[in-house]
């Protein structure tokens, strides 16, 4: 007997054996049931997801001997005839061979005709979109009044090239492509009835391969079949479809997993032996890093019949959920910018090198290289971890104090996150004599123990609130102004040192001053800057000044025109002044005026940037 290849000995003869399109099948069975039935349909989809299929199985259900029901016989001589094809009422045609009008014209002349044996005359035209312009014009009153005993089923799958005049006339079903897991298990139920041994990893590579096309599945079945010789193992499918052994990707994320940079090279060059695509094994990564993101946020949603299932759950609890999203975003611009790389082996090691070097640390430090050891050695670079150095024991009483030992510079490279400066100036204050050491450091010393931070005391209370001169507070940080004696220009510069952003600091920055007192100020806001203004921000404004000042003061603002200067105003003032100055500091420059006497050069106004700083608003 001759041998029937998978796609159709397996194809559905009902719509109790499809698989997927529930939307469509409940939308006809209804229709079918309750004879609510429509003189056209049009199935769309991309390949190999049952448009021919449903089609074929609706022209049973509407020819069936045993009526016209949802659910047809199949044994009739009708059902049989469908079957193979050979029924003289079901006209199959393939537009994409018979484009022309008069193609057209010469099917339609015997629509008038009824029916030879059945009970409709359904004319089945297969990628419709193919016919030509006057094709569909002679085809439009045909479509939208047709005779009874004639039914259209009409398949495309790029419905946006017919006409709107076709697509009004049409009951229209998008079906869509089926999900991986459909189809693998779809695949299992199939080999099972064929007692061909099979692996469910196999299975899942074979259904990832079909994208979403039943058809194209059973089709790369048959040569997996082939290819492993009456079985479908796991490493002759990846050999047969050219693509990576999950299991690469699996130890790919657990190298990165345990900051093993050693493993995860050796894994690149065990992939680069099979002669890989290494952009299918990016997006092979990109689907491990989707799959851990779901496992680690909806567990519930992850497929537990999946091969890598007990891989999965292990990983997801190696990783933060940061580090699943940065991995994947990394891995998707990775895969970007291997197309523009003339190697792409390097390209996808520069990629997981990228996620091994910024995946943020849990818990652990990166070594850095230890370089004057190895300059003394005369040998490569060693990577060391720095080693906690135990601060010295101290004989005296805890009430004296204990100088710190004078900066020597180590010998090895400490950490960036323990990296000191060379020189910090200790700010003693002003009441206390800075101390003295009592035995001076020795420099001969090879390793000083690293620099302790200065114990830091409980936060001291505002330099305004102190009892100190002006002359102690820093000079960087000049106190708040009296908020009782506090004028425009005062509170610009209140403004300036208060850390506003978004659109508070927009309403602070169009704000004017208009009176102040130990208990309210009241602010002017232009009509012209109330599109952000809301209710709330009076009350989130003093906030920000009671903190910053350690007052209590109520805020007021108040919409009205004011001639009192705001601190965008002001800033603008003073950028104005400081461009000014510029231009003309360049106009009297001896070189500029050279350059205009000799080349006639012209001085470009809009490009001149004051060396002073700008400032960006209020």
């Not at 047709?146 to 005049?165: E, G, I, R, S, Y």
Request: proline content about 8%.
């Amino acid at each position: 007997m001759e041998y029937q290849v998978l796609a159709r000995k397996f194809r559905p003869r009902n719509f109790v054996e499809m698989v997927g399109q529930e939307h469509v099948l409940q939308a006809l069975i209804n229709a079918l049931d309750n004879n609510r039935l429509h003189h056209a349909y049009l199935f769309t989809g991309t390949r190999g997801v049952g448009k021919t299929t449903l089609a074929r199985i609706l022209a049973k259900c509407l020819n069936c001997e045993q009526g016209v029901s949802s659910t047809p016989c199949g044994e009739c001589s009708i059902c049989l005839d469908i079957a193979a094809n050979r029924m003289v009422d079901l006209i199959e045609v393939d537009a994409a061979s018979r484009t022309k009008v008069d193609d057209t014209r010469e099917l339609l002349e015997n629509v008038q005709y009824a029916p030879t044996s059945g009970r409709y005359k359904i004319y089945l035209i297969d990628e419709v979109h193919m016919l030509s312009a006057h094709s569909f014009n002679a085809l439009l009153k045909t479509l939208e009044e047709p005779p009874p005993h004639v039914k259209f089923l009409l398949a495309t799958t790029d419905p946006q090239k017919l006409p709107v005049t076709v697509l009004s006339r049409c009951l229209q079903f998008n079906l869509k492509n089926l999900a991986p897991e459909r189809i693998a298990d779809h695949l299992a139920t199939v080999l099972a009835s064929e007692n061909v041994p099979a692996e469910q990893e196999a299975l899942w590579a074979l259904a990832r391969a079909a994208q979403g096309s039943m058809r194209d599945a059973l089709s790369l079945t048959d040569q997996a079949i082939a290819h492993g010789n009456g079985k479908v193992a796991s490493s002759d499918v990846s050999a047969m479809l050219g693509s990576i052994e999950r299991t690469h990707i699996v130890d790919i994320a657990k190298a990165l997993a345990a900051d093993d940079g050693a493993a995860l090279l050796a894994v690149a060059a065990a992939m680069a032996e099979q002669g890989p695509d290494f952009d299918a094994a990016a997006q092979e990564l990109l689907a491990l890093w989707h799959q851990l993101a779901i496992a680690q946020t909806v567990p519930e949603a992850v497929d537990r019949s999946m091969a890598y299932f007990a891989d999965l759950v292990s990983l997801a609890g190696q990783f933060s959920r940061e580090q699943v999203q940065l991995c994947y975003q990394m891995t998707l611009l990775g895969r970007k910018d291997m197309a523009a790389a003339g190697d792409q082996r390097a390209a996808f090691e520069m990629l997981l090198l990228r996620c091994l070097a910024f995946i943020p640390a849990t818990g652990r430090e990166q070594p850095r290289a230890d370089s004057a050891d190895s300059a003394e050695q005369g040998g490569s670079p060693e990577i060391k971890k720095p080693q906690p150095v135990a601060p010295p024991s101290d004989p005296r009483p805890a009430a004296e104090p204990v100088a710190a030992p004078a900066p020597v510079i180590e010998a090895a490279i400490e950490p960036a996150t323990a990296r000191q400066p060379a020189q910090q100036p200790a700010q003693q204050p002003a009441q206390q004599p800075a101390q003295q050491p009592t035995n001076p450091p020795s420099t001969a010393a090879a390793v000083a123990p690293p620099l302790q931070p200065p114990p830091v005391d409980d936060e001291p209370p505002p330099p305004w609130l102190r009892d100190e001169p002006l002359a102690a507070l820093d000079d960087h940080r000049q106190p708040p102004p009296r908020l009782a004696s506090l004028d425009a220009d005062g509170w610009v510069e209140l403004r300036r040192q208060l850390s506003l952003g978004g659109t508070l600091g927009e309403i602070a920055s169009n704000c004017a001053l208009q009176a102040a007192s130990a208990e309210r100020l009241v602010f002017t806001l232009s009509p012209e800057a109330t599109a952000l203004y809301g209710d709330h921000h009076p009350a989130e404004l003093a906030d920000s000044i009671n903190h910053h000042c350690a007052s209590r003061v109520a805020v007021v603002i108040e919409v009205a025109e004011s001639a009192l200067a705001t601190p965008r105003s002001a800033t603008s003032e003073e950028n104005a002044a400081l461009l000014a100055a510029a231009t003309e500091a360049l106009y009297a420059d001896p070189e500029v005026q050279r350059a205009q006497q000799l080349l006639g050069a012209v001085l470009d106004e809009s490009s001149i940037v004051p060396a002073e700083r700008i400032r960006e608003g209020g």
